[in-house]
Structures are given as C-alpha cells and as structure tokens.
C-alpha cells in the first residue's frame, strides 16, 4: 500500500507531462497503479479544496507578497496546461544556471498554494517547477491558449490591488524571470589617455507589449527611472541604467544566484 502523498506526488508528475511509464520509472511504483490512480481510482484531496479567492481577493492563509511574485515568474517564464477531471498544472521554467531562483520559486508557489505538493520536473538546462490545481486558472486569469504575446495581457483588478500594494515582489519575479542585471563599459579620454569605465545596469525583455507594459507601470510606481532599449530577436528590451535608480534595485531586488 502506498500512502496518499505518495500516491499524489505520482498524480503530480502525471499532470505535469510525463507518461505513465516515466512516472513509473521516477517513482519505482508500478505502471498500472499509476494508470489506476490517475483514472480517479484514489481520490485526490484537491478535488474538494476550496478556491483561494474570497469575495475577489485571496484568502487570509494566501500571502499577498508572495503572489505578487509569483505573478511576476508566471508573466515571464510560466505556463498552465490543463489535465484530466479539470486539473491544471502551472509551470514555472527555470534556468539552472541560477538554483537559487528555482528554490524561491518553489517557496512562492508553496506559499501561494500551501495545500498542494510542489514538484521539480528536470530537463537539459532547466527545472521546472510545477504544482497542480483545479484553480490555478482563478488566481492567473491570464491563462488562456497560445503564447502570451499574441493574446491580450491585463491584470483584474483583485490583481492590481496586489501589484500596487507590493510592487517590488511583482517587480522581483519579472527580473527573476525575464530580466538580469549586467556590468556595461565604456571609454572615455582623459587628459590624452582613454580610460574605460564600467557600471551596473538592469535589463528586462519579453515579447509581450503588455507584459513590458505592467513591468514599466511598476517601475514608475516606486520612483525607478527607465528607458525602452531596441527590440531584439522580437522582444521589446526595457533598461534602467541611472545610477540611483540601479541602487534601488540593488536594494530591493539585486541579482540573481
């Protein structure tokens, strides 16, 4: 016999892709158990939850700062997928390269939806961290079929109260996602000698107008000055180059680890 979180946890690798065979594999439980219980032969503990969201707007045991960052992950690097009996498994693509980030994500989505297992699913080069839920589709509305940036992209209003009463979270996790922080250089001469100097600079890039729209608007509501950079490889680039406004960041978000 197999205990419910173990039986839940293969539900989970189910819904967020894999087949029957690879959670087979991942797991050591049989083939044809994993097929028994994604029939609806164990009941799932999710199934009765009750929606995170009261009366428009999240419930007392849903932080508010933590979504807020979430919301930022999902708008750059996340995706929903539907899966049997009207699950959805979010997704949140994460670069390995920066672990550090995968662990915070996995705290955000954790902290949002404390009730539901959280699982990393590995691919070359990326983790994904991943949770399912029937409600995920209430608490990002955004969720929709195609790419975000063919389709349009805007906060409810529950959404925007978050996003203005914890700016630098939703800013955070689009910087985490979509964003980065480099050293540029240049040269300047000086009394006949050319010097080269360097200085810090924060860059955001997503192919959404509407998302670059969101993450300016966050910007200018904590007072961080920007510039819109070229577009590239069909991205629209945002910069924050002035020195205060760089310490700010630095302050409140820093780089990534």
Known sequence: MYDLATRQRALDLHASG???????????ISRSSVR???????PSPRMTAECPLRDGRLGPSHPPSNYAYLLGLYLGDGCISAGRREVYALRIACCDGWPGLIDECERAVSAVMPHNKVNRVRAPGCTSVV????????????????????????????????????????????????????????????????KRYEYPRYFFTNTSADIVGLFTAALDAVGVR???GSRSNGGFNVSVARRESVALMDARIGPKY
């Open 131 to 194: 949770s399912t839920s029937k409600h995920w589709p209430c608490l990002f509305p955004q969720h929709g079929p195609g790419p975000k940036h063919l389709r349009r992209i805007s906060l409810a209003p529950w959404q925007q109260e978050i996003v203005d009463a914890h700016p630098w979270e939703f800013l955070r996790g689009l910087i985490h996602s979509d964003g980065c922080r480099i050293t540029n250089w240049t040269t300047r001469t000086v009394g006949g000698v050319k």
């Open 18 to 28: 894999l087949t029957f065979s690879q959670v087979s594999r991942a797991t050591g």
């Open 36 to 42: 028994e219980w994604a029939s609806g032969a164990v």
């Open 226 to 228: 920007w510039k819109p």
